[in-house]
């Protein structure tokens, strides 16, 4: 089967996401293509055929051209879209081309954060949020041969609810980490005679609450945070840093494309956001058997199971954050214990196996 999955970031949870699936349907012998700003390096070296293509705006007329040139010329058997620009371009080129199309819904704008159940409420929605995330991919979801996927039952509920997606139409395929992440994952390193070092991954975007992070690790003595990502957030992480005087025990890595190995020499993973959906940034943590905080919004509590792979806390909390994380900083047993059994629940119930098998069976069927 020959499929073309289209992002239109280069970086970020629904990217991350897009590779593991490309490369794990090249390894199943399918013809698997990505296209977008690139240059995804993984998926190339994956077998995956890579199309650089930038949509840069919801209006990008050219970029979209751009696209539907692609699908011109590789006529693939269905159009995976992965993220939301990509889902309002894509399934518009879809319906032109009589293309079946897969939609997966990573998560939702910031303006309409509230409406998924244990989100935080972002911004108040305008009317023109509705009209343009709401009714318009109501319209384009009843697009003949439509499948919207959403990685967690909480966005499954957003989109049945409020988008007002058919229910048929809508389907559940867990995010899967690649069988790679698994391999010399033991757990948090044994680094005597240093500080516990917690790391966030991610974008600095404000639906993150990456200063607030930051205000919380420096009321928890001896912890290090090591903050690895870039984005629109960062002068305010930037004053954060320096409001609280913590320069020394707070490190700014930027953006890496692969973080692993700045993984393998954490002791835990934080995640302290307002809003969340399947996030990639936990899974990845929780392969590399690291024990997480996070906040338990969205989908993340069908994720982390709170007291077993990680420690969970009311979103807004910062209170209960800070006890987290002194918890986590001061007991080395209780993070090797969580993180045994977050890499067990990602290799059993997290794998990018399963999750490309289940689109799959949802491709093969849109297709016939």
């Known amino acids: 089967m020959r499929v073309l999955q289209l992002v239109t970031q280069d970086r970020g949870?629904?990217?991350d996401a897009a590779v593991e699936v490309a490369a794990e349907l090249a390894r199943l012998g399918h013809d698997s293509h990505l296209a977008g700003p690139g240059p995804f390096d993984r998926a190339s070296q994956g077998g995956v055929t890579v199309h650089p293509v930038a949509i840069r705006t919801a209006t990008d007329l050219e970029g979209v051209r751009g696209l539907a040139d692609l699908v011109a010329r590789l006529e693939p058997d269905v159009?995976?879209?992965?993220?939301?620009?990509?889902g309002l371009a894509g399934r518009a080129v879809a319906v032109r081309r009589g293309l079946p199309s897969v939609y997966t819904l990573h998560g939702v704008p910031d303006e309409l954060a509230g409406l998924v159940p244990g989100n935080l409420a972002g911004t108040a929605p305008r009317a023109r949020d509705r009209v343009r995330y709401l009714w318009a991919e109501r319209q384009l979801a009843r697009a003949a041969r439509s499948v919207v996927v959403t990685p967690c039952d909480a966005l499954a509920r957003y989109a049945r609810d409020h988008?007002?997606?058919?229910?048929?139409?809508?389907?559940?395929?867990?995010?899967?980490i690649g069988p790679e992440w698994l391999v010399g994952s033991d757990g948090p390193p044994e680094r005597t005679g240093h500080r516990v070092r917690a790391t966030w991954l991610g974008v600095m975007q404000p639906v993150k609450r990456v200063p607030d992070l930051v205000r919380a690790a420096a009321r928890v003595p001896d912890l290090e945070l090591l903050l690895v990502g870039d984005g629109p957030e960062r002068p305010r992480v930037e004053r954060a840093v320096a409001e609280t005087g913590c320069a020394d025990r707070v490190h700014l890595a930027g953006h890496h494309c692969e973080p692993r190995p700045l993984l393998r020499t954490s002791d835990m993973v934080v995640l302290p956001s307002a809003a969340e959906a399947?996030?990639?940034?936990?899974?990845?943590?929780?392969?590399?058997?690291?024990?997480?905080?996070?906040?338990?919004?969205?989908?993340?509590?069908?994720?982390?199971?709170?007291?077993?792979d990680g420690l969970l806390v009311p979103p807004g909390d910062d209170e209960a954050l800070v006890a987290a994380l002194s918890t986590l900083a001061?007991?080395?047993?209780?993070?090797r214990d969580l993180g045994a059994a977050g890499r067990s629940r990602v290799a059993e119930r997290f794998d990018v196996r399963s999750s490309a098998r289940s689109l799959l069976s949802i491709y093969e069927e849109l297709a016939a």
């Open 330 to 335: 001061r007991d080395s047993a209780l993070r």
């Open 13 to 15: 949870g629904p990217v």
């Open 163 to 176: 988008v007002g997606v058919p229910g048929e139409r809508v389907r559940t395929v867990p995010n899967g």
């Open 278 to 308: 399947c996030p990639m940034a936990l899974l990845q943590a929780m392969a590399c058997g690291l024990p997480v905080v996070a906040t338990d919004v969205g989908g993340v509590a069908e994720v982390v199971r709170d007291g077993v």
């Open 79 to 86: 159009l995976h879209l992965q993220d939301r620009r990509a």
